[in-house]
């Protein structure tokens, strides 16, 4: 039983340590996203060169970054880092 016992803990361990890398990653990309989208929506010159009907998808696209998908990725992080320290998981 107790061989079994340090198997499970050292399997625990190791995907704690995938979760752990994997969630710092979406959190980088989260970021990666919004200082992205920032900088393309402060510079007009990123803009210039599209044409009139790929602007209103570029806008669109920078804006949903920064309203919806950004803070999702953060908050859905931001979730199972909290549910994986709980558990005594991936958060640290």
Known sequence: ???????????????????????????????????GSIGALSSARIYAALTAFFLPQALAQDIGNLALASPAMLITAALAMRACRGSGGAGG
């Open 1 to 35: 039983m107790a061989h079994h016992d340090i198997e499970h803990t050292t399997k625990v361990k190791a995907v704690s340590r995938s979760s752990s890398i994997w969630l710092w990653l979406s959190i980088a990309a989260a970021l990666v996203a919004i200082f």
